[in-house]
Structures are given as structure tokens and as C-alpha cells.
């Protein structure tokens, strides 16, 4: 499966925002795509991950209720909601194809190319 993140640019704090994670290739054997995020120095942040079958989504504590991830199988689309985004959301995001719907270093099959997008305060 190969992942393109789309959706990124220069937005206010305040403002919501929505990401796209287009798939191709192998999509039939696909079982979830999650969000991730990544600021320089640090390591990469899962934020939400969702299963292709059932919609089941699954969330880190630092964005739920904040971040929505929803997928279109019509599309092969995943997509990441998020709304009254702040400064500190600034980061490059990428979505990952994942064997499991929880994050592990190990439930991850690839990644996609990342979008930046940057929150001015």
C-alpha cells in the first residue's frame, strides 16, 4: 500500500483543519491507517488510528476529543479532523499503513509521505 498525506499549509490558532491520506496499490490487504506527527528534535507521535473493515478508530490521550479520524473505502481515503488547533500542533503529518489498530513500533507496514502544516498563534 502506498500513502500520500495531503492537506497541510498556514492556518490560525483556532482553526480546524482537515488531512487527507490518500491509498494505492495493495489496498485489499490493508487492516488500518493511522495519523502520526513529527516536530524536529523529537520522536513520531501517533495521534489516531482507524480500521478499514469496522471504522473502529482508537486515539492517543493527547488529542482525542480535539482530533476525528475517519476513512471513505469508496476512496481508499483516510482522513484526520482537527479542530481548535493550536501552536504546538505544528508539525509535519504523515499517515501509516498498521497490521493493528493500537500503535506499536511493530504495527507499522510503511509510512506515507508527510504534509507540513504550521499554526500561527
Known amino acids: 500500500v502506498q500513502l500520500q498525506a495531503f492537506g497541510g499549509g498556514l492556518v490560525q490558532a483556532g482553526d480546524s483543519l482537515r488531512l487527507s491520506c490518500a491509498a494505492s496499490g495493495r489496498t485489499f490487504s490493508r487492516y488500518a491507517t493511522g495519523w502520526f506527527r513529527q516536530t524536529p528534535g523529537n520522536e513520531r507521535e501517533f495521534l489516531a488510528s482507524i480500521k478499514w473493515s469496522s471504522g473502529s478508530t482508537y486515539y492517543a490521550d493527547s488529542v482525542k476529543g480535539r482530533f476525528t479520524i475517519s476513512r471513505d473505502n469508496a476512496k481508499n481515503t483516510v482522513y484526520l479532523q482537527m479542530n481548535s488547533l493550536k501552536p504546538e500542533d505544528t508539525a509535519v503529518y504523515s499517515c501509516?499503513?498498521?497490521?493493528?489498530?493500537?500503535?506499536?513500533?511493530?504495527?507499522?507496514?510503511?509510512w506515507g509521505q508527510g504534509t507540513q502544516f504550521t499554526v500561527s498563534s
Open positions: 501509516a499503513s498498521m497490521r493493528a489498530i493500537f500503535y506499536s513500533p511493530g504495527s507499522v507496514n510503511s
